[in-house]
């Protein structure tokens, strides 16, 4: 008896043993990219990320950047190894308190090897110490990192993560957020969701900021220096906080608050046409930088005061925070969805001039239709699949993405449409969406079939035959300048926003 007994323990033991050492055997390194067409190497697979813990240091006499990120996440396959999006020096990895080797890989990637395999669907903390100068850092002849005269600003897009904290850097991946920033005493700090308290000691103060709900890496954002910091709050209670350099130019500072301060009027007007706001507080920062763009960094929209230079600009806040229903809440599923995000900020302008009686819609659109000929190459740029680079925010992807809206309105009708975009940012809030989606939810509430018409204004290269809604009037809204000098400030050649 005791001899069978031994030998079925023996079978047993090698049994778990051989199923073990399979189970090794199908682990493999994660993706260095998560799958994005566009870009195939933004992003990385193998993990999911619930949240970044970052602790930062930074002294702007150099430009030199120290910091912590604490990342947790959850394993979505069995791994030997993993990849983060970084550029700066890293001194130490761990993964689950345990050291780990790292290398790196390409133009971006920190490859780290954890002591032990990775099993999937196991909750995962990795810990990655590092330091840098960012405005050193080149990718593709930009840097994500703009030095100010007293701080630094961290914002672009597709990518701006690489430059100040390890991520998985696609908007596929969101995650929540808590960022403590240290910088020397007299200079404050500006970042995404709501303040966590400030305290100072040994010349150094540092600042905390947490964001609670989900939020793509591109759209974190850090702005560093002085600041002139205003707090209110929206009708409903949010925290509405509003930032700007003391050192703008007089009538770009004056025109910076006339518009920005606007930014909760704003939202609760929107509000009532998109559903209820997404986050927990609003806002916007305008710092010293020489960039020309705005980007709808979440909860805290960064403007460059570029915007401003001829005076203030309502509909450049009117499109920047749409983008925290549109883009930020919803976000694209893959880069070649962008007209999910630009497209319906641009038509959100139109609606803001329709509701203020300065040219409704439908003469917005037949006035963009009227204003490019039918060989401008403005028509061979296709919304719905633009290309990567410099096309992915060519004037087609906000003009004609927003006269595709304007089109679909006058074929389904205003009930169709308005139910439409407040049941997309509802059903995919938080989430992420594609064209496709979209189209068949517009589909369903309408109960008509429309791919010919997302096919002619999105996907066809070429001027469509007739105008989005041809009975409007042709005459000029009386909105048309205002609009077109925001868009200027939206897309200046070279830069992105």
Do not use: C
């Not at 028509?379 to 087609?396: I, L, M, S």
């Not at 070429?462 to 300048?481: F, H, L, N, V």
């Amino acid at each position: 008896m005791r001899s069978r007994r031994l030998s079925a323990v023996l079978a047993t033991a090698a049994g778990v043993l051989l199923t073990a050492t399979a189970a090794h055997a199908d682990a493999g390194p994660g993706a260095p990219g998560i799958g994005d067409p566009y870009y195939p190497d933004y992003g990385n697979g193998g993990y999911d990320v619930a949240h970044y813990g970052l602790e930062l240091k930074y002294r702007p006499s150099d430009d030199r950047l120290e910091g912590t990120a604490t990342i947790t996440a959850r394993t979505t396959q069995d791994l030997t190894r993993f990849d983060l999006d970084f550029l700066l020096d890293v001194s130490s990895v761990t993964v689950d308190g345990r050291p780990a080797r790292f290398t790196t890989s390409g133009a971006h990637e920190l490859v780290i090897t954890p002591a032990r395999v990775l099993r999937k669907g196991r909750p995962l903390t990795v810990v990655v110490r590092y330091s840098g100068v960012p405005s050193t850092k080149k990718y593709n002849d930009y840097v994500g990192w703009a030095r100010t005269p007293d701080g630094a600003v961290a914002a672009q897009e597709p990518e701006s993560a690489w430059w100040w904290f390890p991520s998985n850097d696609h908007p596929l991946d969101k995650a929540t957020y808590d960022i403590g920033i240290t910088v020397p005493e007299g200079l404050q700090t500006i970042s995404n969701g709501v303040p966590t308290g400030a305290h100072t000691a040994n010349g150094w103060t540092r600042y905390g900021w947490r964001e609670t709900l989900p939020q793509t890496t591109y759209l974190t954002t850090l702005g560093i220096g002085r600041f002139d910091v205003h707090r209110a709050r929206t009708k409903s209670g949010l925290p509405v906080i509003t930032a700007y350099s003391p050192d703008l130019p007089a009538d770009e500072a004056a025109a910076a608050r006339a518009s920005v301060e606007r930014t909760a009027e704003v939202v609760d007007w929107e509000s009532k046409i998109f559903g209820p706001y997404p986050f927990t507080s609003l806002g916007g920062y305008v710092p010293n930088v020489t960039s020309h763009f705005a980007l709808e960094t979440q909860t805290r929209v960064f403007y460059s005061p570029y915007g401003f230079r001829n005076g203030p600009r309502p509909y450049l806040v009117v499109h920047e925070n749409a983008h925290q229903w549109f883009g930020d809440s919803v976000s694209l599923a893959r880069w070649s969805d962008i007209w999910l995000n630009e497209g319906f900020a641009t038509y959100a302008e139109w609606l803001w001039s329709e509701q203020h009686g300065e040219g409704t819609a439908a003469e917005l659109a037949r006035k963009t239709y009227d204003s490019y000929p039918a060989d401008d190459p403005f028509w061979q740029v296709k919304p719905g699949d633009p290309g990567p680079g410099e096309n992915q925010f060519a004037d087609a992807v906000y003009d004609r993405g927003a006269m595709t809206l304007q089109a679909l309105r006058a074929r389904v009708g205003d009930h169709a449409f308005f139910t439409t975009l407040r049941a997309w940012a509802a059903r995919k809030k938080y989430g992420n969406g594609t064209i496709p989606e979209f189209i068949a939810l517009a589909e369903h509430v309408s109960g008509q079939r429309l791919g010919a018409l997302f096919q002619t204004w999105l996907y066809t290269p070429g001027r469509p035959a007739t105008p989005p809604q041809p009975t409007a009037a042709t005459t000029e809204p009386k909105s048309w300048s205002q609009i077109r000098q925001a868009h200027a400030a939206l897309r200046a050649p070279a830069l992105r926003g």
